[in-house]
């Protein structure tokens, strides 16, 4: 594989791990949303970092079990510390929000505040990975546009899913 090609297959790793992640840290926002009034800020934080490491080892997991059912060959190193350093960008995707429930937990803004400012940090996360998706598929400009209103478009389907689910 040429230098080229193997850094834009390690990015395209990274930005589906973070959308991933992401999508999940705002299922988890969406469902802290609905109990902003008796939640505590530390609390949100924790969820928001437990759900992302929840969301890294189960996608980390699949991938393990994938890879032994099909007998694909060995990297270098264990095949679960290989899938576990490979998609952490997904642990990553919980720290913008984790982030603004700690500066919550300081006072700056409340915490039903604080969760709309996290769901939107999550929001832009998504714009931005689409754009990245599309330049790294070579998109024409108008492309980008669509592809990044779409994985946004979907990506908050699945969070509203999630979300609708916990309402029942």
């Known amino acids: 594989m040429q230098p080229d090609e193997h850094a834009r297959r ?8 973070v959308v991933y992640g992401t999508i999940s840290v705002l299922a988890a926002i969406g469902g802290l949303a609905l109990e902003a009034e008796a939640l505590r800020p530390a609390q949100a934080a924790a969820v ?3 759900v992302a490491i929840a969301a890294w080892m189960a996608h980390s997991l699949w991938r393990v079990v994938r890879a032994r ?13 290989h899938e576990l350093l490979r998609s952490w960008p997904i642990v990553a995707a919980g720290l913008p929000g984790a982030s603004v429930m700690a500066l919550t937990a300081a006072d700056a803004w409340s915490v039903a505040t604080g969760l709309a400012v996290a769901q939107s940090l999550g929001v832009a996360v998504l714009f931005a990975a689409g ?5 790294l598929a070579g998109a024409s400009r108008s ?3 669509v592809y990044v209103f779409t994985l946004t478009g979907v990506g908050l389907a699945i969070v509203g899913l999630e979300v609708a689910a916990h309402q029942v």
């Open 10 to 17: 390690h990015a395209a790793d990274w930005v589906s791990f």
């Open 143 to 145: 492309s980008q546009l």
């Open 131 to 135: 754009l990245v998706t599309a330049r």
């Open 69 to 81: 059912a099909r007998q694909d060959p060995m990297p270098e190193r264990s095949r679960e510390l």
């Open 48 to 50: 928001l970092i437990v």
